[in-house]
């Protein structure tokens, strides 16, 4: 389907251009150079994210099972969606991504908010302190995860070592007890992903210009009252830009948590994209997990909507 | 806030006392976030015991036993077994001779960490040749739905892994692409290109027009002022760009995870299951994570300027 598509465009192309048409244009017409120059990417897309997520659409209204590959397909109508709705592991698979979304978004705000607040300051060394924290936000999440399992070793482990020289509690079993289980992936989200909120705060601190500071000096405005009526207002469109963002990816998160606790202990981690890699790649539910994935998406493509309208604000 | 209690201070000493306030707090939290790598990179030189030691230990003798796990396969012998022998041949066999291991041959780290090196540098070049042409093509001509074609580029890239994989693992079944380096190229290339196209198109924008017209006066057709007057001066966000392309087919696992197994995985999923003898081997598994993590911290350092138009897909400048 995909080279046909490639082919004809080719076609069109050259079809647009014939030979001795090099009158009035020479070479390949404008028209002709935008849609080669697009075309191989809006392909690639429609072949490999397009395509299967129709497919999933189609999946989510069967019992397909992907382990069986020889077996009929029934269709089921809208029984799987009817399952998934229905089921009470469900509501607590995606109450334990709301509590992981909104607790990571709430911290990492506040402290992002307030490094970008401080090192909008200015100070010397600035630049190196800033390089410093940014580097968790580039690593690996899978990687990540797994060694934060060993710092988090209730016996031996740097993290239980260092709380206990504050506060004297005895070994902390972050992954496995079922009380610290969820901060304990919400502590390494914070760790990692801080910087991102701090990065773009720090671009919306740096567009606020200098006069409205002054104005507000003139107007004997005291420290709390700029803070609310100039600096707020001119970062909020940046720091909703990034919560939004974060949002997203940590609604969809899966691999930082997966090689933490996956899931565990039971499924007090089990969020949301966790449960649907065990539903279609352990239990091979591919229909049902299908339907999940396809209620997944939905969500996402819903914030990603209001992301990108907040991205426009963000860029005038 | 003390300085200002005492009057005898002027405003400008408590700028300054303010700022080196600042700068003390920002420096703890970086310093607080820096403890967990600084430990992984200390253990990658521990020796198993020191690793699981109670207090954990800061100064130790270092070793360079993480290291060969991390590239051995070893097996477990009688003393009477080493002696017969011989002497150690080289080092890291004086090494494994200590714990009464053998190393039997390399273990699949090397190659894990290839494929993360090939179908990252092969996704990152596809990713980034077809956002060029296609950021050029939207920066520079009248495309009919544009905005809407820019933001279903974009949302292709929102949209969870683990639910595009499912469709792919059966396409890439029958298409006899699952667990093969290519297979991985294009996937990671059709994720990137969005990223590619955003923030490529960013950096076009930014070049003035006039340039194209001044060369097509000149003589030269629309596709020679692209490839010689365009495509020189993009050289800086080609490579931004590329940088950022590659850091995620980096650091990817979900794919990784459930499309690849013996032949094309690449080092994510592998590390985790770096296993020694009686549980996790850790100081193999964080020799592996700190040569797996040293590249991108050098790769963040030298982007540190471009970061912020790279995890905005270029809306963001500064």
Redesign the interface.
């Known amino acids: 389907m995909t080279d046909r598509t490639a082919a004809s465009i080719a076609d069109r192309a050259a079809a647009a251009t014939p030979a001795g048409l090099t009158r009035r244009v020479r070479g390949l017409s404008d028209r002709a150079i935008a849609w080669l120059f697009i075309a191989p990417t809006i392909v690639l897309l429609l072949a490999i994210n397009i395509f299967p997520l129709i497919w999933t659409v189609y999946l989510s209204f069967t019992n397909y099972r992907a382990n069986r590959p020889g077996r009929v397909i029934d269709w089921v109508g809208t029984r799987n969606y009817e399952r998934l709705l229905g089921s009470e592991d469900v509501w607590e698979y995606m109450q334990a991504t709301a509590h992981f979304v909104s607790w990571t978004m709430i911290i990492q705000v506040i402290l992002g908010l307030g490094l970008a607040l401080l090192i909008n300051k200015n100070f010397k060394g600035a630049g190196f302190w800033t390089t410093i924290i940014l580097i968790p936000m580039m690593l690996s999440p899978a990687v990540v995860g797994t060694f934060w399992t060993y710092l988090y070793q209730p016996q031996t482990g740097i993290f239980s070592y260092i709380i206990n020289a504050f506060v004297e509690v005895g070994p902390i079993d972050m992954i496995g007890s079922p009380g610290l289980a969820p901060w304990s992936i919400i502590i390494v989200d914070t760790w990692m992903w801080t910087p991102y909120i701090m990065l773009l705060s720090l671009a919306g601190l740096r567009s606020i210009p200098d006069y409205l500071y002054e104005a507000a000096e003139i107007d004997r405005a005291n420290t709390w009252q700029k803070f609310w009526h100039i600096t707020l207002p001119r970062v909020m469109p940046f720091l909703m830009l990034a919560v939004l963002f974060r949002g997203i990816e940590n609604f969809k998160m899966f691999d930082m948590v997966v090689e933490l606790t996956s899931g565990g202990p039971g499924s007090i981690t089990e969020l949301a994209s966790i449960n649907l890699k065990r539903e279609a790649f352990e239990k091979w539910r591919t229909g049902y997990a299908s339907a999940f994935a396809v209620i997944l998406f939905v969500t996402v493509f819903g914030l990603g909507n209001i992301y990108v309208k907040a991205l426009n604000r963000v860029k005038q | 806030m003390s300085a200002r209690a005492t009057t005898a201070h002027s405003v400008v000493e408590i700028k300054a006392a303010?700022?080196?306030f600042?700068?003390i707090?920002?420096?703890a939290?970086?310093l607080v976030?820096?403890?967990?790598?600084a430990?992984?990179l200390m253990?990658g030189f521990k020796s198993p015991p020191d690793s699981?030691?109670?207090?954990?230990k800061v100064v130790f003798e270092p070793s360079l036993e993480g290291y060969v796990n991390v590239f051995t396969n070893r097996s477990r012998q009688t003393p009477e077994y080493l002696e017969s022998l011989g002497p150690p041949k080289a080092w890291y066999d004086k090494i494994s001779r200590k714990r009464n291991m053998v190393i039997t041959g390399p273990s699949r780290f090397a190659g894990r960490y290839m494929n993360s090196v090939v179908i990252g540098f092969g996704s990152t070049f596809l990713a980034v040749f077809?956002?060029t042409?296609?950021a050029?093509?939207?920066s520079?001509?009248?495309?009919p739905l544009k905005d809407d074609?820019l933001?279903?580029?974009?949302?292709?890239r929102?949209?969870?892994?683990?639910?595009?994989?499912?469709?792919?693992?059966?396409?890439y079944?029958t298409l006899g692409l699952s667990d093969t380096i290519l297979g991985m190229i294009?996937?990671y290339?059709?994720v990137n290109?969005?990223l590619a196209?955003w923030l490529l198109k960013g950096f076009i924008d930014e070049i003035p027009r006039e340039y194209e017209e001044a060369a097509v006066v000149d003589g030269y057709?629309?596709?020679?002022a692209?490839i010689k007057v365009i495509l020189p001066q993009m050289r800086a966000g080609i490579a931004a760009t590329a940088i950022f392309c590659l850091?995620f087919a980096?650091?990817?696992?979900?794919f990784a995870?459930?499309l690849t197994s013996g032949n094309a995985q690449t080092a994510?999923?592998f590390?985790?299951i770096i296993i020694g003898e009686g549980g996790?081997d850790?100081p193999a598994?964080?020799a592996g994570?700190t040569l797996?993590?040293v590249p991108?911290?050098f790769?963040?350092?030298l982007l540190?300027n471009q970061?912020?138009r790279g995890?905005?897909?270029g809306?963001?400048r500064?």
């Open positions: 303010g700022k080196w600042a700068g707090l920002v420096a939290y970086a976030a820096v403890i967990p790598l430990w992984i253990t699981i030691s109670y207090p954990p077809l956002g042409l296609a050029y093509g939207f520079r001509f009248k495309v074609l933001f279903f580029i974009l949302s292709t929102m949209m969870p892994p683990i639910a595009v994989a499912i469709p792919i693992f059966l396409m079944r294009l996937l290339t059709a290109v969005s196209v057709t629309r596709l020679q692209f850091i980096w650091n990817e696992y979900a995870l459930l994510p999923p590390i985790p996790l850790w598994v964080a994570t797996f993590l991108i911290v790769f963040t350092v540190r970061l912020l995890i905005t897909f809306a963001v500064k």
